[in-house]
């Protein structure tokens, strides 16, 4: 069974740093992974993915030069280092792994999906 599991997550204050881990058990997975995340009343939106190599990754506009995307396949585990945290980052942060075809900018297009970190930024 394949799962997905998040944390790091937590409550830290404006210009602090957190750093979100994605563990993966079940199988070894060679796919693009992402990060997106949901904040009350909004939908979930894409933050940053990462290749099966790691070799190419991206990010959406808000978080470049902030957040940093990388993964460990040995360890089957994916990071986000967000720093220079904003209240405006608030929303509990997910982690999925993207199928074979589509874009990696859109949720539809993954296949798994953790359960979520709450990321808290206090002004």
């Known amino acids: 069974q394949v799962q997905l599991v998040e944390s790091g997550g937590g409550l830290v204050q404006a210009g602090g740093s957190l750093r979100l881990s994605c563990t993966a058990s079940?199988?070894?997975?060679?796919?693009?992974m992402g990060w997106f995340r949901q904040a009350p009343g909004k939908e979930r939106e894409f933050v940053a993915a990462?290749?099966?190599?790691?070799?190419?990754?991206d990010y959406v506009d808000s978080v470049k030069g902030r957040f940093t995307i990388s993964r460990d396949n040995p360890k089957n585990t994916m990071y986000l280092q967000m720093n220079s945290l904003k209240p405006e980052d608030t929303a509990v942060y997910y982690c999925?792994?993207?199928?074979?075809?589509?874009?990696?900018?859109?949720?539809?297009?993954?296949?798994?999906w953790g359960q979520g970190t709450q990321v808290t930024v206090s002004s």
């Open positions: 079940g199988r070894t997975f060679t796919s693009t």
């Open positions: 999925g792994v993207k199928r074979e075809s589509g874009s990696y900018y859109y949720r539809q297009f993954y296949g798994y």
């Open positions: 990462i290749s099966w190599n790691g070799d190419g990754t």
